[in-house]
């Protein structure tokens, strides 16, 4: 295929670096976006009389020929193309004969690929925060099946506080929540168009930006040309708010892979996302999480990877730049599949109550209780905690629990213990005192489901 640029340069690339140049490889999957583009800047051209209505109407019929065709597979992209643009106006001009060539009046690609890839990451910010709420959904669902399954709530991974497996997974819903926002706050920056920004300096044409935006769906035009052509933002911020989202889908693939080891079996994952091995009968390895877990490592190279290319950029365009494509396909492309994983794998898990329960019921879980409970009886909570440290020292000593201990016992330490003590410390009773909002008491559980499903 030719090139677009045969002016001063001859055109005669050495094969090896004309294969190391084209990006029609990876930036075919933009033909829609950029046959969209061009429709809009037909009709643009057209509007503001520098080409007529009737070339309009023939570049905007060969347009849709061209994306028919791709569609059903008739036309195949040529791979030795420089770009997808370059490949869509030369199979255009060759469709429709010389009017082809007045479509790139008052543009270049520089603009051109802008928006193209601004068009893409905004038809993909939709999908990823589709997704996202297919995983709250299942989340959801999750905790409210176990908003009273009593687990104990880790820190430093010991055993902190007895919690409800209910609560824990709402963490997760709010973390998507906020990922969600941001990709919502992303779009509102992809959504402008820097279509006639053409190649740094705007053009000598009596061109009509605003109409174009219009007509391509965008809230508004880049307001400096040389921004215009020149900003990645979009990109990095796509791409750093995928990098947050899979930074938690690796935290809660790690947890899933953590509690359903022999040394938790806190979950059972369903059969249709686990493996087994090829030697070891026993084994039920949870290789879907653990992939979710490793592919973070991908998006957060993409992030790093933008970022450096940007990094020390003059302005305006430089062909640096078309290795932005590669990197947010990946990252858009990751984050969707894993995306697309988690939700089922967390609808469709079983957690193990007793368990649960019985992880809860060791390592004294209550002693923040016990030491409540004697703050509440009027000792400043500095000495009840003091006291419940030395309580829980003669305990391990003495091989007993906080449950096993006697009243006399108790007395020993303070005079203010009574029978009720073991009300309070009674797990169940742990968890659904702690009704303060965002607390994990059922209620309040109930309170976190609510808010979620009404955000969604
Ligand atoms: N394939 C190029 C890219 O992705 C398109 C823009 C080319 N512009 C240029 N001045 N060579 O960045």
Known sequence: MGKLWQGLSSGNVNKTADDFNSSVSFDKRLYKQDITGSIAHAKMLAHCGIISEDDAAVLTDGLISILNDIVSGALEIDETAEDIHTFIEETLTARVGIVGKKLHTARS????????????????????????????????????????????????????????????????????????????????????????????????????????????????????????????????????????????????????????????????????????SSIMPQKKNSDMAELVRGKTGRVIGDLTGILTVL????????????????????????????????????????????????????????????????????????????????IVGYCIKNEKTLETLTLDEYKKFSSLFDNDVYKDIDIMNCVNKRISAGGTAISSVEKQIEYVRNEL
């Open 311 to 390: 990094k020390g950029l003059p302005l305006a365009y430089n062909k640096d730049m078309q290795e932005d494509k590669e990197l947010v396909f990946d990252a858009a492309d990751t984050v969707k599949k894993c995306l697309d994983v988690f939700a089922p794998m967390v609808a469709e898990m079983k957690a193990n109550r007793q368990n649960m329960k019985n992880a809860a019921a060791k390592g004294f879980i209550n002693a923040t209780d016990l030491a409540d409970y004697l703050t509440k009886k009027g000792e400043p909570f500095r000495s009840s905690y003091k006291i419940c440290g030395e």
């Open 109 to 276: 690609r520089n603009d051109q690929v802008a928006l193209d890839l601004r068009l893409y990451l905004k038809e993909e910010t939709k999908t990823v925060i589709d997704k996202i709420k297919a995983l709250v959904t299942a989340v959801t669902f999750k905790a409210e099946e176990y908003k009273d399954a009593v687990c104990p709530g880790y820190t430093h991974l010991q055993r902190a506080q007895p919690i409800t497996f209910g609560h824990h997974l709402m963490a997760y819903a709010f973390m998507l929540l906020r990922d969600i926002e941001r990709f919502k706050d992303c779009a509102k920056r992809i959504n402008v168009s820097p279509i006639g920004c053409c190649a740094l300096a705007g053009t000598t044409y009596n061109t009509d930006r605003e109409f174009e935006a219009k007509e391509l769906g965008l809230s508004g035009i880049t307001q400096n040309s040389i921004d215009g052509v020149s900003d990645r933002d979009f990109v990095a911020e796509f791409i750093s708010c995928a990098a947050l989202l899979q930074t938690h889908l690796s935290r809660f693939a790690e947890e899933l892979v953590l509690w359903s080891s022999w040394e938790f079996k806190f979950v059972e994952l369903s059969d249709a996302f686990t493996t087994g």
